[in-house]
T-cell receptor, first 114, second 113 residues
């Protein structure tokens, strides 16, 4: 039982390049989330998927797209990376989006855009 | 707008001393409050939530609606408590934006020997 896994762990991009961050969970959770963590800013929600087949914007969605590929997988795409997107990205999942359910986090992807 | 404030970026205490990590929130409805912790080289994990009213690893947190606070306390800090602590708020219930977590900026706790 790996929980929430993310790939890659590290990535360096040049401005304008695109990439997809992958996230998968093996806990049969319905809801999944993408956050970014910046120094001194805490975690901010980028997008979430309440259930398979649905996605919604969070607090900071600009510059990102997401795909809920199936119940297990939730990917985050940067179409044209910008230095402002340098951050640590965390994927999380929860059984449902009710606030009583704990969110489980992945190990993070450290992205640098030069 | 919902907001979570952790006024201290860094809190440094000696082993055995009491520790209190402050968290204040602004929310007009019925919030649910959480403390998440991130130890060095580990992933973020839930420490405790106010509805459980439990003590985890010696930590407790009481929701004070009058002061809109949810401070995390431990009477005797241990070196293994050194970590990054995040206070988070969620709207209670289900549907809409409920279930989305709003995080504070975090407090780094350093417990010295």
């Amino acid at each position: 039982n790996a929980g929430v896994t993310q790939t890659p762990k590290f990535q360096v991009l040049k401005t304008g390049q695109s990439m997809t961050l992958q996230c998968a969970q093996d806990m049969n959770h319905n809801s999944m989330y993408w956050y970014r963590q910046d120094p001194g800013m805490g975690l901010r929600l980028i997008y979430y998927s309440a259930s398979e087949g649905t996605t919604d914007k969070g607090e900071v969605p600009n510059g990102y797209n997401v795909s809920r590929l199936n119940k297990r997988e939730f990917s985050l795409r940067l179409e044209s990376a910008a230095p402002s997107q340098t951050s640590v990205y965390f994927c999380a999942s929860s059984l449902n989006r009710d606030s009583s359910y704990e969110q489980y986090f992945g190990p993070g992807t450290r992205l640098t855009v030069t | 707008a919902q907001r979570v404030t952790q006024p201290e970026k860094l809190l440094s205490v000696f082993k055995g001393a009491p520790v209190e990590l402050k968290c204040n929130y602004s929310y007009s409805g019925s919030p649910e409050l959480f403390w998440y912790v991130q130890y060095s080289r580990q992933r973020l994990q839930l420490l405790l939530r106010h509805i459980s009213r439990e003590s985890i690893k010696g930590f407790t947190a009481d929701l004070n609606k009058g002061e809109t606070s949810f401070h995390l306390k431990k009477p005797f800090a241990q070196e293994e408590d050194s970590a990054m602590y995040y206070c988070a708020l969620s709207e209670a219930g289900y549907g809409g934006s409920q279930g989305n977590l709003i995080f504070g900026k975090g407090t780094k706790l350093s417990v010295k020997p």
